[in-house]
């Protein structure tokens, strides 16, 4: 279980990275902004998420999560031309939705098993987590951010981790798969939006 | 008097929170982007503080800052046309008004009696308190922020907090309204701007 | 040695605020923006790093470090003519390339004795110290920053800092004057690109 997580995070990771070059590349930058890029998407959620929970940040003691993005924005500033192509590019958008259910869900669980501001907390620094650094990216490279698009890209995260408290709150039984469960149903939106084009429901869009 | 403080903390976090949805729904939103911006505006400037002063975040512990945020954001988003109305859009104006002038002089109190950094720090995080969690917002939603504006706004803020300080420095025995006082002194300052749509001074501009 | 550094700082630090004032009164900004500008751009990559390895911030204990960039800000408003000059230009931009040799290597210092992540954690939080200020200045001022520029700005600090840790970790009997010649080593290269007005290498810039 344990194993399996960490290769799920690091499938995450590399996409997290790799995305962040690409759309960072759009604006001819240098090699190092590829990597500060790479490593804010990468790893800035969950920084901010441990800042505001005052825990040690997690890269500090577990450097692998520098050296993964680090290695994939060297790879993807070099060779751009690989992740462009139109079925590499859809595995990446298929890892990145791997990426924000786990860290999603495991912003959550850290969190809630600190019972820090117990439930909306978990479900604000679970989001927070999965969605930050992109968010800190796009502001430094000067390109609109998620919070401007209408693609279905945070609302599944939300649905994942309010399922999740519900779940802790009112079948604690059933706790055991329920992490497992709630990843899975953030990942199966995901991918149903991804595979199906869906954007935000008209309704639920500002006239 | 605790309970006064309470109430107004409510019409300013209402305030902040609906003007924030008005602002970015200029730019086609989400409901969900809707709620981040109500978020960010009404806890963000308190949560850079708290994370500054190494306290626990003010929003862990009382939810409440977090549920009325989210309510009016839902509100705002879909009865949106109730509060562009001239009457009710000049109300938002005064307890937005009302929010600064708590959340700026609370802030200094609580840094204050901490003894961090004082007096600059006091000063200083009372204007990050009231005014930080608009600039997030306004750069996340890409708009000109605040500081790039002409409007009489921080420095009514900074006048506030830079008296409170001098009168605890210099006056102490006079510090039991002192904080009522300086509330009281940015909030007409505000409203004076506000009715007659006063501008920073030309001298104070760059050219 | 204490007294050179702090000397050096000083420079520094009166570089980074003026420099912002410049960049910001592109604008027509106020006096309070201008010296909120000037605050982010000299106190700013110092607060990140020092929220991040948990530290008391540095400008609490030390006003020094708030009162300098204000004092600058308010000449540098008033008398921004002064500075414009060509050659008090380029004298500015020598005091900043001091600036960044000394906080970036001064912050890497004290992170790596709090053996906070080392050695990529000294590094990173030497880079951010050095530049984060100007970033988020950049970001609430709307411009473009640093990381989609061509100037050869960053590389020379990340170049340092990885010195160092490389001094200090295969090498530690030199690690006396080790601090200073990675603080000259940034300084000469960021000169030479000064002077030279060097610009990153094309074969490191994306396509």
Do not use: H
């Amino acid at each position: 279980m344990q194993q399996t997580s960490i290769l799920l995070e690091f499938l995450g990771t590399i996409a997290f990275a790799i995305t962040a070059v690409l759309a960072g590349t759009e604006k001819r930058i240098d090699l190092l902004s590829a990597c500060v890029f790479a490593l804010v998407t990468a790893v800035g959620g969950g920084t901010i998420r441990d800042v505001i929970i005052n825990q040690p940040v997690f890269w500090a003691t577990s450097q692998f999560y520098i050296w993964v993005p680090i290695l994939c924005a060297v790879i993807a500033f070099f060779w751009k031309k690989i992740f462009i192509r139109k079925r590499v590019n859809k595995l990446l958008l298929y890892m990145d939705a791997v990426g924000i259910s786990v860290f999603a869900i495991q912003a959550f669980e850290k969190v809630w098993n600190l019972d820090y501001g117990t439930p909306l907390g978990p479900i604000i620094l679970g989001v927070i987590t999965a969605i930050g650094g992109g968010i800190m990216r796009d502001v430094m490279a000067g390109r609109s951010n998620l919070l401007l698009s209408k693609e279905l890209y945070a609302i599944p995260i939300l649905i994942g981790c309010v399922a999740y408290a519900f779940i802790l709150n009112y079948a604690p039984g059933y706790s055991l798969y329920s992490g497992l469960f709630c990843m899975v149903l953030i990942f199966a939106i995901r991918c149903i939006a991804i595979e199906e084009r869906l954007t935000v429901p008209k309704w639920l869009i500002s006239t």
